[in-house]
């Protein structure tokens, strides 16, 4: 059974920094993409951004510039360095996989992140 356990999020002044963390297990087949997506309020779920096992990376425009994504293979994880928060930062962070042979993707449950004053 696959799992992915995000962390990192919480509350945070505009300006500020923060770091999420998703650690993925208990997949047989090997993980290709990963990546973070959000949705706000009242909002669409959208893209943050995301990596590929070959680390070419893609993300929003909303975030470009102020967020990096990376990931660590060998520990199944990828990180989401968030700075230069803003308000419309604030929502719940999904962290995602899509596993190559079976192209399957995979969501965590998701992690608030809050930012304001």
């Known amino acids: 059974q696959v799992q992915l356990v995000e962390s990192g999020g919480g509350l945070v002044q505009p300006g500020g920094s923060l770091r999420l963390s998703c650690a993925a297990s208990?997949?047989?087949?090997?993980?290709?993409?990963m990546g973070w997506y959000r949705q706000a309020p009242g909002k669409q779920r959208e893209l943050v951004a995301t990596?590929?096992?070959?680390?070419?990376?893609e993300y929003g425009d909303s975030v470009k510039g102020r967020f990096t994504i990376s990931r660590d293979n060998a520990k199944n994880t990828v990180y989401l360095q968030m700075n230069s928060l803003e308000p419309e930062d604030t929502a719940v962070y999904y962290c995602?996989?899509?596993?190559?042979?079976?192209?399957?993707?995979?969501w965590g449950q998701g992690t608030q992140v809050a930012v304001s004053s």
């Open positions: 208990g997949t047989i087949f090997p993980i290709d993409q």
């Open positions: 990596i590929t096992s070959g680390g070419r990376t």
């Open positions: 995602t996989i899509r596993t190559l042979l079976v192209v399957r993707d995979y």
